[in-house]
């Protein structure tokens, strides 16, 4: 269930019933793997965008909303089975990996099964639906890719990563976005407004994170620290850092980063000198500008306590400690 102190408690619930009744499969190990892994928890980012985006332009039976919420949260758990097993990642949300626990073929098939299961979903609305959500998912991989051709990369620039987090995080949140606002009825100009506003808040969402991921509470945050550095993740914080603090800081972190196979101390070290160089603070700055451009898009949608949730969901979103 959702973090988020907002007011569709029972729609997010609707969410959640509707993926466990969509991950039941006649194997029994394929549910529960996807069970596993789905009762985990998560943040439900995309479907509080989507459902928060359908009332604010005014709709009101949200069933639809909620299946097509439901399958973003599917694609989204998919890709969460698949990194795990590509970055080598022991813990998500403070549970063993599934490939862990399961093995990673059966971890890789699920991560399919789920994938399945929501473009199933997904093949029941109308074609401009499909297609908003296959290219939610077509960025995303673009994403991932680019991501991992620059990997250990310190020529890595903020335009860069910009563009990488454009596709990873904020494409789908932003699609979410948008269909809620298709679905709601929205006019051209709201549905504009709101698909700006989920690209906007998806870079404040990944620029949070990767600030979790150098000064998070573990315990908090279900996994330790420092992963990004150990995958060669070129985050705002190591662009920043590389740029900042002394010249001997600067060469010790790009040789860390650069570095495959890096000891824990070596992590830590990279961290501390991210930390000395004052990149956090930046990085912060940096996503409440983007949180403060997400709240400006959403001139266009009319007043009321849908719109007022998704500017308080900025707030939350840039305060938040998981």
């Not at 190990?29 to 928890?41: M, P, S």
Request: aromatic share 6%; net charge negative; charged share 30%.
């Amino acid at each position: 269930m959702a973090s988020w102190d907002l007011t569709i408690s029972k729609e997010l619930s609707m969410v959640s019933d509707f993926i466990r009744e969509s991950i039941h499969s006649d194997e029994e190990l394929l549910t529960e793997i996807a069970d596993y892994v789905i009762g985990a928890g998560g943040k439900r980012i995309r479907p509080t965008v989507a459902i928060l985006s359908f009332y604010a332009v005014g709709g009101k039976n949200v069933e639809e909303t909620v299946k097509i919420a439901a399958a973003l949260e599917l694609i989204h758990t998919a890709t969460l089975l698949h990194d795990d097993i590509n970055d080598g990642s022991s813990r998500r949300r403070g549970k063993l990996a599934a490939y862990k626990k399961y093995g990673v073929r059966s971890a890789l098939v699920t991560g399919d099964f789920l994938f399945t299961q929501a473009f199933s979903i997904g093949s029941k609305f109308e074609p401009a639906i499909v297609e908003i959500t296959a290219e939610a998912c077509s960025r995303l991989a673009e994403g991932e890719i680019r991501q991992q051709i620059r990997a250990r990369d310190v020529a890595v620039t903020e335009k860069d990563y910009i563009e990488i987090t454009t596709r990873k995080t904020a494409w789908p949140i932003a699609a979410g976005a948008k269909i809620g606002a298709i679905l709601g009825g929205g006019n051209l100009e709201e549905v504009l407004a709101v698909f700006e506003y989920g690209t906007e808040l998806g870079i404040a969402f990944q620029i949070v994170d990767d600030v979790l991921d150098v000064v998070g509470n573990e315990d908090v945050l279900g996994k330790p620290t420092g992963t990004d550095v150990r995958e060669g993740n070129i985050t705002l914080l190591i662009i920043d850092a590389l740029q900042r603090g002394s010249s001997e800081d600067r060469k010790a972190l790009a040789d860390i980063v650069k570095k495959e196979g890096q000891t824990s101390e070596e992590v830590h070290r990279a961290l501390d000198i991210i930390v000395r160089s004052g990149a956090v603070d930046i990085a912060r700055r940096r996503a409440a500008e983007f949180g403060e451009r997400a709240k400006a898009k959403l001139g266009p949608l009319r007043p009321g306590r849908f719109k007022l949730e998704l500017l308080r969901l900025v707030d939350l979103i840039l305060k938040r400690e998981s």
